[in-house]
């Protein structure tokens, strides 16, 4: 994920060299062991309070949902989602490229699943590992045609739609596309989405009431995202943990 490709807070820490390793045990050692990246277990907990029972009830293998993880990168919050597995569990997935290989547990619901990101060796890892089932390798600030389209295809097909700690990187403009793109589908349908504090504080503002003009708000949950680098406490003094405000929503009507 180049900085040159997405919309940046130059005073939040940016993992570019983690982003676009071969495997996932990078993004572990230095994200969610060196900053205890404990979010994926709040990300967990309203998923199963506010989707899962729906999922379960609604999923077959003969008619899997279709569930879409957005700028989803090695794709650690399916496996805390779909396959319900907490900050330990993914850690232990990932303590080496061999354990990595394949997913510990498995998917809570019949699904077919969705990678969509810029960065083609998380989605690459994903699809090999079997967490994702199909990929879409785009720049969503700067999308070419044909994966616009089929970005807006998956998004209007899906039921279910994360996207975690993803948004504050897309223009607004982007932003739009992928919340007109799920509004547009026909079936009931749920987004995951969740908004980091101190960063972009007014970006993230703009997307809730983006969100509010085509979604209908289920519920949300706050909690502690990440430690914060030394960078980062150095340009918000007195602050040690990146705090995250998780949203769900669903299609009206």
Not at 52 to 58: D, G, H, I, V
């Amino acid at each position: 994920m180049s900085q040159s490709q997405v919309q940046t807070d130059e005073k939040k820490q940016h993992f570019d060299h983690i982003y676009v390793a071969d495997t996932p045990v990078p993004f572990k050692e230095q994200i969610l062991d060196g900053l205890e990246y404990v979010s994926d277990n709040f990300n967990r907990q309203t998923f199963d309070r506010l989707i899962l029972p729906w999922a379960q009830q609604q999923a077959t293998a003969e008619r899997p949902l279709n569930f879409v993880d957005l700028a989803g990168c090695f794709g650690n919050t399916t496996m805390a989602t779909l396959n319900g597995m907490d900050f330990d569990a993914i850690r232990h997935n990932w303590r080496s490229a061999e354990a990595a290989r394949s997913i510990d547990q498995p998917r809570r619901f019949p699904a077919r699943t969705t990678g969509i990101d810029i960065s083609a060796n998380a989605l690459a890892y994903g699809h090999a590992a079997g967490l994702y089932d199909e990929t879409i390798e785009v720049d969503l600030n700067n999308p070419a045609p044909e994966s616009q389209s089929a970005v807006e295809r998956a998004l209007s097909e899906a039921e279910i739609v994360i996207s975690t700690a993803a948004l504050v990187y897309l223009q607004p403009e982007a932003v739009k596309k992928v919340i007109d793109a799920f509004a547009r589908g026909g079936r009931e349908g749920y987004m995951l989405v969740n908004f980091l504090n101190p960063f972009a504080l007014e970006t993230a503002d703009a997307t809730k009431r983006m969100l509010l003009e085509q979604l209908e708000f289920v519920g949300s949950m706050a909690s502690r995202h990440r430690r914060m680098s030394a960078l980062e406490q150095e340009n918000y003094p007195g602050e040690e943990w990146s705090l995250l405000e998780i949203w769900v929503l669903r299609r009206r009507g």
